[in-house]
């Protein structure tokens, strides 16, 4: 009988198996908590990731709050916006420029303006805190955003028609576009209401509005269109009130001619926030001829008569030395006399004209013009002007009406050409003929004196 005698050595191998299979064990076992550990590290970092992103959004929305409810119409003082639970808190340093008056052009990015790149930005280097993880003893890592407080007038930009809101928001103003009008280029409704029976023959390229449009808008070949699907961004063209109590203008409302009571003798202490004023603007580098319902008499470009027993101002453009022109109350009648050069009228500075007179009742285009014109009609009546043509078929015009309803009456079966364009907060109607609004070609002499609209770009730095 054959008998075997290997067990034990069966028995050593098994054991060296099972040492090997718990060292094998083993080692999985501190890998795995290796890539645990390093899974939990990675969603760790991956939270403080999410909350600077997150921090780095509310500091970009608080920039922006700040800046359209403080510091888009007037200078702003140093401040710090805590966000509030640990999340950091945003710098801001001191700006001693209304964004409004800024002379420094931007060509950077350009998210929100219409038409070409050229306009003018306060820019505003903010500094966002933000705690430093697993930093027990308060350190901060620091990030910069370039806020750049942008602004340009929306007429040279290429939104030719623009109805505001009145500044008072009185329900007994009803603003409307009736009769022929044509825009070769875009135009702005803030009136959150309907035409009804009143969008006439009205085409535009394209528009916006702020609210829900029943009237159907014709582009240039008649077909309706709905308005554009951009954003409807928040702007301002200033602030509603004189003073540090005044607040910049974001809902559409009209205060652009002159803000407050007549201009205090410089230095006028409310400068700052006058900055958007045509008055402001016209007079910032020289004197207005002034002249009311006693002119009687040449003032250089400026003359004044009578016409069927009421006072009539003529301002004849032909002359080289035409100088703002403010036309206060006791006049009835405005005559303009238009240059007739085409060829040299880019040659020729600008006129300027505000009136503010309450009597008004026409303003007449007397000729072609060729000569850039601003002119601002304001009223504290809210009354209704009519606008005359005479041998006129082209003018060149940005015309900004406060309180002013226009009549334009172009002759019968005629078109105007009017190279500019039109704001108001009232009434514009054409009751007969077709006129056409167009884009200012030379724009350059007019962009620092033409009153702008003000918006926010951040960008990191």
């Known amino acids: 009988m054959k008998i075997f005698r290997t067990k034990k050595r069966y028995q050593g191998s098994v054991l060296v198996v099972s040492l090997l299979i718990l060292v094998a064990g083993t080692v999985g076992m501190a890998s795995m908590m290796v890539v645990l550990s390093a899974r939990s590290q ?13 921090a780095l959004r509310n500091a970009r929305a608080m920039c922006q709050l ?4 403080r510091g888009l119409a ?5 401040v710090d916006l805590d966000l509030g639970g640990g999340w950091g808190k945003v710098g801001i340093p001191a700006s001693a420029e209304n964004p409004l008056g800024s002379q420094q052009e931007f060509r950077l990015k350009n998210l929100l303006s219409p038409g070409w790149d050229r306009g003018f930005t306060e820019d505003v280097l903010a500094t966002v805190y933000h705690p430093v993880p697993y930093d027990t003893g308060g350190a901060e890592v620091q990030t910069s955003m370039r806020v750049q407080l942008k602004s340009r007038s929306p007429l040279l930009a290429g939104n ?3 109805l505001h809101h009145t500044l008072t928001n009185s329900g007994s103003i009803d603003a409307t576009i009736s009769g022929g009008v044509q825009v070769n280029g875009h135009a702005t409704f803030w009136k959150d209401e309907s035409f009804p029976g009143t969008v006439g023959n009205l085409k535009v390229e394209s528009y916006d509005h702020s609210d829900i449009v029943s009237e159907a808008i014709g582009n240039l070949a008649g077909n309706h269109i709905p308005p554009t699907n951009y954003p409807f961004f928040r702007r301002t063209t200033g602030n509603d009130v004189v003073g540090a109590t005044g607040v910049p203008i974001t809902d559409g409302r009209f205060n652009m001619i002159q803000i407050g009571t007549a201009p205090a003798l410089p230095p006028d202490p409310d400068a700052i926030y006058k900055k958007n004023t045509l008055h402001y603007k016209m007079t910032a580098n020289s004197s207005p001829t002034v002249v ?8 250089g470009a400026v003359s004044g008569d009578e016409l069927a027993g009421q006072r009539r101002i003529t301002i004849d453009l032909n002359n080289p030395a035409v100088s ?3 036309v206060n109350d006791g006049v009835f009648h405005i005559r303009f006399l238009g240059y007739m050069d085409s060829g040299q009228g880019d040659n020729e500075p600008p006129g300027f004209t505000i009136v503010r007179s309450s009597d008004l009742l026409s303003v007449t285009f007397e000729n072609n013009n060729y000569r850039r014109l601003v002119v601002g009609l304001q009223s504290s009546t809210h009354r209704d002007v009519a ?5 006129a078929v082209s003018w060149r015009l940005l015309l900004t009406s406060e309180l002013t309803s226009t009549t334009w009456n172009v002759p019968s079966g005629s078109v105007v050409n009017l190279t500019g364009g039109i704001r108001t907060d009232s009434t514009v109607a054409v009751p007969r003929g077709l006129l056409i609004l167009n884009r200012e070609s030379s724009p ?6 033409d009153p702008r609209e003000s918006w926010v770009e951040i960008y990191r730095n």
């Open 42 to 54: 990675l969603v760790m970092d991956l939270e403080f990731g999410v909350q600077r992103r997150l």
């Open 66 to 69: 700040y800046f359209i409810n």
């Open 74 to 78: 007037n200078s702003s003082p140093a």
């Open 160 to 162: 030719l028609l623009i």
């Open 292 to 299: 009311d319902g006693n002119v009687d008499y040449t003032v």
């Open 324 to 326: 703002p022109v403010i």
């Open 387 to 391: 606008v005359n043509f005479t041998n």
């Open 444 to 449: 350059n002499a007019l962009e620092l004196m």
